[in-house]
């Protein structure tokens, strides 16, 4: 019976085996602030057609996301890592439409950006981190 209730709830929760410095958990809430900025920017940048401004956010985007994958495959959140690796590949394409100047193309891909942050906001992935000291 007691090994039972154990499996079920190991199952059911995904917490890092090594905890993460608070350090890096505060770099983390850090690249959710300046993503909100960049993905302002960014549809700043579409809705007044500034090719070259949507990819330069398009860009910084990329490497805050891919160190946001990172951040969630040292957590041990698997529902967040999934999401996060969904999102970097979608930020790359949207980098890769503004870069060729196909605004209508990366407006729909910002919204699937925001999408992806939403489904794993939504989650609050965050209470699942083991957090060390």
């Known amino acids: 019976?007691?090994?039972r209730t154990l499996v079920i709830t190991l199952v059911g929760t995904s917490i890092a085996s090594v905890p993460?410095?608070?350090?890096?958990?505060?770099a983390h809430r850090a690249r959710m602030f300046s993503t909100q900025l960049l993905e302002q920017k960014i549809e700043n940048?579409?809705?007044?057609?500034?090719?070259?401004d949507a990819a330069a956010g398009a860009?910084?985007?990329?490497?805050i996301l891919?160190?946001?994958q990172r951040y969630w495959d040292r957590s041990g959140v698997e529902d967040a890592l999934a999401l996060a690796q969904n999102n970097l590949r979608t930020a790359q394409r949207l980098a890769d439409e503004t870069r060729r100047g196909d605004l209508r193309?990366?407006?729909?891909?910002l919204d699937d950006v925001r999408a992806h942050?939403?489904?794993?906001?939504g989650r609050h992935p965050e209470n699942r981190v083991n957090v060390g000291r």
């Open 117 to 121: 942050c939403v489904a794993c906001h």
């Open 105 to 109: 193309r990366a407006s729909a891909t």
């Open 20 to 26: 993460l410095p608070a350090a890096e958990v505060q």
């Open 59 to 63: 860009r910084d985007l990329v490497p």
């Open 66 to 68: 891919l160190e946001e």
């Open 45 to 52: 940048a579409l809705a007044a057609k500034s090719r070259r």
């Open 1 to 3: 019976m007691v090994f």
